[in-house]
Nanobody, 120 residues
């Protein structure tokens, strides 16, 4: 059974920091692309950052220079370090694992999400 379990969300003041973690089980973690997505109320889910198995990363323009994604394959865990948080970063943050197969197919799993609230 595959599980992605996010943790580390909470309430933080603008300018503060949080570190999200996503622990995976039931998959060969090291070969999956891991990503963080977020969904604010009334908005579609959007990519925040992702990291491929080889370690290359990709970020949304809105978080470049503030957020850092990393992975520890020995611990089957992906992290999202979020600094200089803004109120517009408020959202439910979801962890995603993806393994691309041939012919455009992929194996995708999602976590249940963790809420990040940036507010005074």
């Amino acid at each position: 059974q595959v599980q992605l379990v996010e943790s580390g969300g909470g309430l933080v003041q603008p300018g503060g920091s949080l570190r999200l973690s996503c622990a995976a089980s039931g998959i060969i973690f090291s070969i999956y692309t891991m990503g963080w997505y977020r969904q604010a109320p009334g908005k579609p889910r959007e990519l925040v950052a992702r990291i491929i198995s080889g370690g290359n990363t990709d970020y949304a323009d809105s978080v470049k220079g503030r957020f850092t994604i990393s992975r520890d394959n020995a611990k089957n865990t992906v992290y999202l370090q979020m600094n200089s948080l803004k109120p517009e970063d408020t959202a439910v943050y979801y962890c995603k694992s993806e393994l691309r197969l041939g012919s455009g197919n992929a194996i995708v799993y999602w976590g249940k999400g963790t809420l990040v609230t940036v507010s005074t």
